[in-house]
């Protein structure tokens, strides 16, 4: 059963325009979420994160929003570049003796248009 | 890459033999991991290390073992390889600060179990 769902597998959006990424989570245990980027022949790299205490965190044309009575969260990219083209993974972790061991998603494939 | 080497990059092998996947850090981090990742299924912990010879299973241990004998360096086994076993495997690495310090990844192994 999985605690981290992405339900759309791929997205395709013009250059230019907004992407919207989203992630479902259930385990109301989660406290850290992230959003990896993960290009082909690469291991994923880390994008953005917010805390369960905060309900948006943004970096450049990045921000990640955080509803937590809905354990849903969103990543949009304003504006979308053709460089953005890659696989999504939305990331989350909780109290835990183990570091910070993530829960993944399955990931979206976002494609932009030039 | 945060100082992350996994080797091999790419590796063929047959039914019921073993293999050792390994992980190299540069970075001094006390926390490492292996993951593997499917389609669909986003990517999933298989064991982690808090510290030499302090390991521990992640969600989908059975058929693998770890070790980890020096802070730099985590070994991955399949002891009798599977055609499930196909998959690409990474290698991450974190030192926790409280609770927000993202894991950084290796570029993955793919493993091919015919």
């Known amino acids: 059963d999985q605690q981290v769902k992405q339900n759309s597998p791929s997205l395709s959006v013009q250059e230019g325009r907004i992407s919207i990424l989203n992630c479902d989570y259930t385990?109301?245990?989660?406290?850290?979420f992230l959003w990896y980027k993960k290009y082909p022949a690469e291991g994923p790299t880390f994008l953005i994160s917010?805390?369960?205490?905060?309900d948006k965190n943004e970096d450049g044309r990045f921000t990640v929003f955080l509803n937590k009575s809905a354990k849903h969260l969103s990543l949009h990219i304003v504006p979308s570049q053709p460089g953005d083209s890659a696989v999504y993974f939305c990331?989350?972790?909780?109290?835990?003796?183990?570091?910070?061991?993530?829960?993944f998603g399955g990931g979206t494939r976002l494609m932009v248009k030039p | 890459d945060a100082g992350i080497t996994q080797s091999p990059r790419h590796k063929v092998t047959e039914t019921g033999t073993p293999v050792t996947l390994r992980c190299h850090q540069t970075?001094?981090?006390?926390?490492m991991y292996w993951y593997r990742q499917d389609p669909g299924h986003g990517l999933r912990l298989i064991h982690y290390?808090?510290?030499?010879?302090?390991?521990d299973k992640g969600e989908v241990s059975d058929g693998y073992s770890v070790s980890r004998s020096k802070t730099e360096d985590f070994l991955l086994t399949l002891e009798s390889a599977t055609s499930s076993q196909t998959s690409v495997y990474f290698c991450?690495?974190?030192?926790?600060?409280?609770?927000?310090?993202?894991?950084?990844f290796g570029n993955g192994t793919r493993l091919t179990v015919t």
């Open positions: 991450a690495i974190s030192e926790p600060t409280g609770s927000n310090s993202p894991l950084h």
């Open positions: 385990n109301s245990m989660f406290d850290y």
């Open positions: 917010i805390s369960s205490i905060k």
């Open positions: 990331a989350a972790s909780g109290l835990s003796n183990a570091g910070n061991m993530l829960t």
């Open positions: 970075e001094n981090h006390r926390y």
């Open positions: 290390s808090y510290g030499v010879k302090d390991t």
